[in-house]
C-alpha cells in the first residue's frame, strides 16, 4: 500500500512539473531572447546572449505609449470589474434570496448568456455604440464588457448566496435590518471571497480582451496592451527580439495581478464548493 501511494505520488509530481516545464520554458525562453539583438536570435535560437541587450527593455519602459497602454488597460479593467461585481451581486442576491414567478425564467437566460458568443454580436453592437456616440470612449468598452461578464458572474454568486443560511436574514429582519441593509452590510461581508473571486476573473478578462478594443478605439490614444502589442508587432515585424521583449513586459503586469490574487481565486472557488 505504501509503494503504491509513493508511486502514485511521484507520478502526480511527474505530471506537476511536466505541466510546469510547459508553460516556464515558453515564458523562460521569451525572457532572454528579449536580450539578444534579431541577429543573434537568428543565429543563436537558443543559447544565452552573447552580449545582452539591455537596451531592449529599456528602451520600452522609457515609451510614455507603453505606460499609457498598462494605465488604459488597467482603468478598463477596474471600471469593468466594478460594473460587473454590483450589477450581479444585486441581481444574483434577488434570484437566490426571492421566490417569484418567472424567476428560474429569468436565471436561465442569464445561463443562456453564457453560450453566446461574442463575435456574433460585433455589427450590432458596434453601430449601437456608434449611435450612442461611445466610440473612442473608454464606456464603449467597459460597458460591453460588464454586460457579457453577468452571466458567469451571477451564477457564481448566486449558488454562494443560496448557501448562506435563511436563519441570517430572518434574525437580521427581527432586529430591524431591511432587506437593503441586510444586502450591503451582512449578505456581501459574508461573500468576500465569492466576491473576490469573480473580481479576479472580470479583471483577467478585461485585461486580456483584444477584439472589443480594436473594435472601438481608433484613437491610439486609448489602445490597450493587447491591441498594443498588435500594433508593435506590425511596427517592428522584422526586429523579433524587440517584439519579444515588448511582449515579455506586457505580460508582467497580469502575472503580477495573477500571483497576488492566486490566493483569493482559489480561496473563493474553495469556500463556494464547501460552505454550507
Same mark, same amino acid.
Given at each position: 500500500?505504501?509503494?503504491?501511494?509513493?508511486?502514485?505520488?511521484? *507520478? $502526480?509530481h511527474a505530471v506537476v512539473w511536466l505541466?510546469?516545464?510547459?508553460?516556464?520554458?515558453?515564458?523562460?525562453?521569451?525572457?532572454?531572447?528579449?536580450?539578444?539583438?534579431?541577429?543573434?536570435?537568428?543565429?543563436?535560437?537558443?543559447?544565452?546572449? %552573447?552580449?545582452?541587450?539591455?537596451?531592449?527593455?529599456?528602451?520600452?519602459?522609457?515609451?510614455?505609449?507603453?505606460?499609457?497602454?498598462?494605465?488604459?488597460?488597467?482603468?478598463?479593467?477596474?471600471?469593468?470589474?466594478?460594473?460587473?461585481?454590483v450589477a450581479s451581486a444585486m441581481a444574483?442576491?434577488?434570484?437566490?434570496?426571492?421566490?417569484?414567478?418567472?424567476? %428560474?425564467?429569468?436565471?436561465?437566460?442569464?445561463?443562456?448568456?453564457?453560450?453566446?458568443?461574442?463575435? +456574433?454580436?460585433?455589427?450590432?453592437?458596434?453601430?449601437?455604440?456608434?449611435?450612442?456616440?461611445?466610440?473612442?470612449?473608454?464606456?464603449?468598452?467597459?460597458?460591453?464588457?460588464?454586460?457579457?461578464?453577468?452571466?458567469?458572474?451571477?451564477?457564481?454568486?448566486?449558488?454562494?448566496?443560496?448557501?448562506?443560511?435563511?436563519?441570517?436574514? %430572518?434574525?437580521?429582519?427581527?432586529?430591524?435590518?431591511?432587506?437593503? #441593509?441586510?444586502?450591503?452590510?451582512?449578505?456581501?461581508?459574508?461573500? #468576500?471571497?465569492?466576491?473576490?473571486?469573480?473580481?479576479?476573473?472580470?479583471?483577467?478578462?478585461?485585461?486580456?480582451?483584444?477584439?472589443?478594443?480594436? $473594435?472601438?478605439?481608433?484613437?491610439?490614444?486609448?489602445?490597450?496592451?493587447? +491591441?498594443?502589442?498588435?500594433?508593435?508587432?506590425?511596427?517592428? *515585424?522584422?526586429?523579433? &527580439?524587440?517584439?519579444?521583449?515588448?511582449?515579455?513586459?506586457?505580460?508582467?503586469?497580469?502575472?503580477?495581478?495573477?500571483?497576488? &490574487?492566486?490566493?483569493?481565486?482559489?480561496?473563493?472557488?474553495? &469556500?463556494?464548493?464547501?460552505?454550507?
Amino acid at each position: 500500500m505504501n509503494a503504491r501511494r509513493t508511486v502514485r505520488g511521484l *507520478s $502526480l509530481h511527474a505530471v506537476v512539473w511536466l505541466i510546469s516545464a510547459f508553460v516556464a520554458v515558453p515564458l523562460l525562453y521569451a525572457v532572454i531572447s528579449g536580450f539578444k539583438s534579431t541577429a543573434e536570435l537568428t543565429n543563436n535560437p537558443f543559447g544565452l546572449p %552573447e552580449h545582452w541587450k539591455i537596451g531592449n527593455y529599456t528602451g520600452i519602459l522609457g515609451d510614455g505609449m507603453f505606460w499609457r497602454q498598462i494605465a488604459n488597460s488597467a482603468g478598463i479593467a477596474i471600471g469593468t470589474t466594478i460594473c460587473t461585481v454590483v450589477a450581479s451581486a444585486m441581481a444574483a442576491f434577488v434570484l437566490a434570496r426571492y421566490a417569484f414567478r418567472g424567476r %428560474e425564467l429569468f436565471y436561465t437566460l442569464f445561463t443562456i448568456g453564457l453560450m453566446f458568443p461574442f463575435a +456574433v454580436a460585433v455589427l450590432p453592437l458596434f453601430l449601437m455604440l456608434r449611435t450612442f456616440g461611445l466610440l473612442d470612449n473608454p464606456l464603449g468598452v467597459i460597458l460591453p464588457q460588464a454586460a457579457f461578464g453577468l452571466p458567469m458572474t451571477i451564477v457564481i454568486l448566486r449558488g454562494f448566496f443560496r448557501t448562506i443560511p435563511a436563519e441570517i436574514e %430572518e434574525a437580521a429582519t427581527m432586529d430591524g435590518c431591511g432587506k437593503f #441593509r441586510f444586502f450591503w452590510q451582512i449578505l456581501l461581508p459574508m461573500a #468576500r471571497p465569492a466576491l473576490g473571486t469573480v473580481s479576479v476573473l472580470a479583471v483577467v478578462a478585461s485585461w486580456n480582451n483584444f477584439f472589443l478594443p480594436l $473594435l472601438v478605439f481608433n484613437d491610439p490614444k486609448w489602445q490597450t496592451v493587447p +491591441v498594443g502589442v498588435q500594433q508593435f508587432q506590425g511596427q517592428y *515585424s522584422t526586429d523579433f &527580439a524587440l517584439v519579444l521583449a515588448y511582449i515579455v513586459l506586457a505580460m508582467v503586469p497580469a502575472l503580477a495581478f495573477y500571483a497576488v &490574487a492566486e490566493r483569493q481565486l482559489i480561496g473563493g472557488l474553495t &469556500a463556494g464548493a464547501t460552505k454550507g
